[in-house]
T-cell receptor
Framework: QKEVEQNSGPLSVPEGAIASLNCTYS??????FFWYRQYSGKSPELIMF????GDKEDGRFTAQLNKASQYVSLLIRDSQPSDSATYLC???????????FGSGTRLQVQP | ETGVTQSPTHLIKTRGQQVTLRCSSQ?????VSWYQQALGQGPQFIFQ???????GRGNFPPRFSGLQFPNYSSELNVNALELDDSALYLC???????????FGSGTRLTVV
């Protein structure tokens, strides 16, 4: 069973802090990793994708990938109340074309 | 603003009925996937089409079926609706899986 695991939260951080969201996956051979943001009642929105080990930065967001540990994370710097949402980690497993999602981590940024 | 549109936005059906959900994806997005999202869960993969052929299927029974058309539209059909089919149904399209998928706004299906 190929799985993606996330802590459901809620993760509560004060405004301006760094929020760290984590995800583990079961297939060591996986190559493509995605972070989606989903506001309550809305559909998922792609924030970042990462394929190589290391860090990838885009504005206030940094994705980190460690394939040896089967671990991918998302850092949000200078967190804002508007960042409050559920963050979904998704993986394209080896031999598959579709996304496999974790259950999401709910982030709350306190003003 | 998403380039993927879904209809209808909300739907109420009775157990045992059949339903068809529709999706129009972006031009050039040859891959379309359908997902089911229950409350508090991540989206679950139903099936995927590439150039009008199904090329992947998740752990859903055959009463979930679909079609993709040459004009980048697609549909999801569910027969013999069950109460547990109540969920948000999401359509997502991509020019290639390595670029990620763009999701539509979803159809909220309630089975009573």
């Amino acid at each position: 069973q190929k799985e993606v695991e996330q802590n459901s939260g809620p993760l509560s951080v004060p405004e301006g802090a760094i929020a760290s969201l984590n995800c583990t996956y079961s297939d060591r051979g996986s190559q493509s990793f995605f972070w989606y943001r989903q506001y309550s009642g809305k559909s998922p929105e792609l924030i970042m994708f990462i394929y190589s080990n290391g860090d990838k930065e885009d504005g206030r967001f940094t994705a980190q990938l460690n394939k040896a540990s089967q671990y991918v994370s998302l850092l949000i710097r200078d967190s804002q109340p508007s960042d409050s949402a559920t963050y979904l980690c998704a993986v394209i497993f080896t031999g598959r074309r579709a996304l496999t999602f974790g259950s999401g981590t709910r982030l709350q940024v306190q003003p | 603003e998403t380039g993927v549109t879904q209809s209808p936005t909300h739907l109420i059906k009775t157990r045992g009925q059949q339903v068809t959900l529709r999706c129009s994806s972006q031009s050039g997005h040859n891959t379309v996937s359908w997902y089911q999202q229950a409350l508090g869960q991540g989206p679950q993969f139903i099936f995927q089409y590439y150039r009008e052929e199904e090329n992947g299927r998740g752990n859903f029974p055959p009463r979930f079926s679909g079609l993709q058309f040459p004009n980048y539209s697609s549909e999801l059909n569910v027969n013999a609706l069950e109460l547990d089919d109540s969920a948000l149904y999401l359509c997502a399209s991509s020019p290639g899986p390595q670029y990620g998928y763009t999701f539509g706004s979803g159809t909220r299906l309630t089975v009573v």
